[in-house]
């Protein structure tokens, strides 16, 4: 159980285009997903939570117009990385949170999108 | 603003060997769990701790959550070329529903 895909897992793309990607939980509701960006060799970085139904919060220093997260449903959250620049090469991962009670403080994590802008 | 300075950063030993990872801060965490990720892999969680002075194990790893819930280590005894990787820990706030993750520590473990 506690399994969160990510669609897609690769892409590359052209400067200046928008991008999306997609997290699902796909054998439980999340009440809560995030959105981590990781850089070669180091940690996670936080870049915003979100809960469905309604606006994410940021973190310090993510621009909400530059990666637009939309979340839709208990199992979907979206990422759309607008007007993509090399820059935002990077490993984009999610998480989610199980609405269970006890065990909101679990993230379970997606496989990961490793973005390449060209 | 929680801090989590997670240590070593990279370690490379023998197969057989054993070794430890700390991840200490001044704040205290309502839970913190241990992750372990592979390269172009999201992580995978191995184990939350919550309770202060708490223990578990796992196979050959063994974690422990500090008294005051402000640090956690990990020990792994003899090591395999399967445990590299790189290892992150993970303090949950107070309300549960943030993570905040600690450095990373490499592994690299030679047959």
């Known amino acids: 159980g506690a399994v969160v895909s990510q669609h897609p897992s690769r892409v590359i793309c052209k400067s200046g285009t928008s991008v999306k990607i997609e997290c699902r939980s796909l054998?439980?509701?999340?009440?809560?997903m995030f959105w981590y960006r990781q850089f070669p060799k180091k940690s996670l970085m936080l870049m915003a939570t979100?809960?469905?139904?309604?606006?994410?919060?940021?973190e310090q220093g993510v621009e909400k117009d530059k990666f637009l997260i939309n979340h839709a449903s208990l199992t979907l959250s979206t990422l759309t990385v607008t007007s993509a620049h090399p820059e935002d090469s990077s490993f984009y991962i999610c998480?989610?949170?199980?609405?269970?009670?006890?065990?909101?403080?679990?993230?379970?994590f997606g496989p990961g999108t490793r973005l390449t802008v060209l | 603003t929680q801090l989590l300075e997670q240590s070593p950063q990279f370690l490379s030993i023998q197969e057989g060997e054993n070794l430890t990872v700390y991840c200490n801060s001044s704040?205290?965490?309502?839970?913190l769990q241990w992750y372990r990720q592979e390269p172009g892999e999201g992580p995978v969680l191995l184990v939350t701790?919550?309770?202060?002075?708490e223990v578990k194990k796992l196979k050959r790893l063994t974690f422990q959550f500090g008294d005051a819930r402000k640090d956690s280590s990990l020990h792994i005894t003899a090591a395999q070329p399967g445990d590299t990787g790189l290892y992150l820990c993970?303090?949950?706030?107070?309300?549960?529903?943030?993570?905040?993750f600690g450095g990373g520590t490499r592994l690299m473990v030679k047959p």
């Open positions: 998480s989610a949170s199980p609405r269970i009670s006890g065990r909101a403080h679990e993230q379970f």
């Open positions: 054998d439980f509701q999340a009440t809560t």
């Open positions: 979100s809960n469905e139904g309604s606006k994410a919060t940021y």
């Open positions: 704040s205290v965490f309502s839970s």
């Open positions: 701790v919550v309770t202060g002075g």
């Open positions: 993970a303090g949950g706030n107070n309300a549960g529903n943030m993570l905040t």
